[in-house]
């Protein structure tokens, strides 16, 4: 799926809802599905459609992508030319442009239903006493991503703790038994203060994004994976065994003689 999962470790309510009114943000991959733990203060699923529906009630709505640019604005949704038909079980604001699900189980089902273009987001709360952080939980949750292989994958949590600047952050455990046993093409990490909500690739920070067809069928659409900025010759391009061996050995000679200039 050319979709995006956000993971929520934090129990703040901001936090689940500024991940979830991401939703609206059109990049080359959307948010589609967030998990969270339940938030201190919204402990029930009625409190949490609440809370969903004010996050989207301040979407804007604009006539076309460059009145949004005009406006500043990043998240604008342009007006459908028709109506869209509602989907079952999902709720959707008032202006009917979003829709929403929250559930305390990931979407089943052999395949789960993208929504091109449109804004459909599935907020996973699991029962409060569900820990996200557990070999249990993230196994169901790995699974999951293996099956349906979202092209990348935010992972949150709690805001940095002064008292302990030399410790490592519970979500990073979190976010590394994630990537060691899923198949994604982009993880992010974020915390409360810097939240990872979207997974584009920023060329101007020598970031690169790369298209990869889900694992199983690799060999159906491609012989190697895409990897964008990159010149369109390349992806027709093959190189010869030798020359791959002699940019290796001048690459390798490189990093000796920086290494000897350092010392």
């Not at 943000?25 to 402990?43: D, F, G, N, Q, W």
């Not at 929504?115 to 599935?122: A, N, T």
């Amino acid at each position: 799926m050319a979709v995006t999962m956000v993971v929520v470790l934090s129990t703040a309510a901001a936090s689940v809802v500024g991940a979830a009114a991401s939703a609206t943000v059109r990049r080359c991959s959307r948010l589609k599905a967030v998990v969270a733990a339940r938030p201190e203060t919204t402990r029930t699923a009625a409190a949490t459609e609440e809370a969903m529906e004010t996050a989207f009630a301040r979407t804007r709505v604009v006539e076309s992508a460059a009145d949004a640019l005009a406006a500043g604005e990043f998240a604008a949704l342009v007006a459908p030319a028709t109506s869209l038909p509602p989907i079952p079980d999902y709720s959707t604001d008032a202006k009917k442009l979003v829709s929403w699900r929250v559930g305390s189980a990931l979407p089943s089902g052999p395949s789960v239903e993208e929504h091109w273009r449109r804004p459909v987001l599935d907020v996973v709360a699991p029962e409060k006493d569900t820990d996200l952080s557990s070999p249990e939980f993230l196994d169901t949750l790995s699974s999951w991503l293996l099956r349906h292989q979202p092209i990348s994958l935010a992972i949150n949590g709690k805001a940095p703790d002064a008292d302990a600047a030399n410790s490592v952050p519970d979500h990073y455990f979190v976010a590394r038994r994630l990537f060691e046993q899923t198949a994604l093409c982009v993880y992010t990490v974020g915390d409360a203060e810097a939240p990872a909500l979207t997974a584009q690739a920023r060329p101007q920070d020598g970031e690169i994004f790369g298209e990869l067809p889900p694992a199983k069928q690799l060999a159906t659409y491609s012989t190697v994976p895409m990897f964008v900025p990159a010149p369109q010759p390349g992806y027709f391009s093959k190189y010869a065994p030798r020359f791959l061996q002699r940019k290796a050995a001048e690459a390798s000679r490189l990093q000796v003689a920086t290494r000897k200039d350092k010392s």
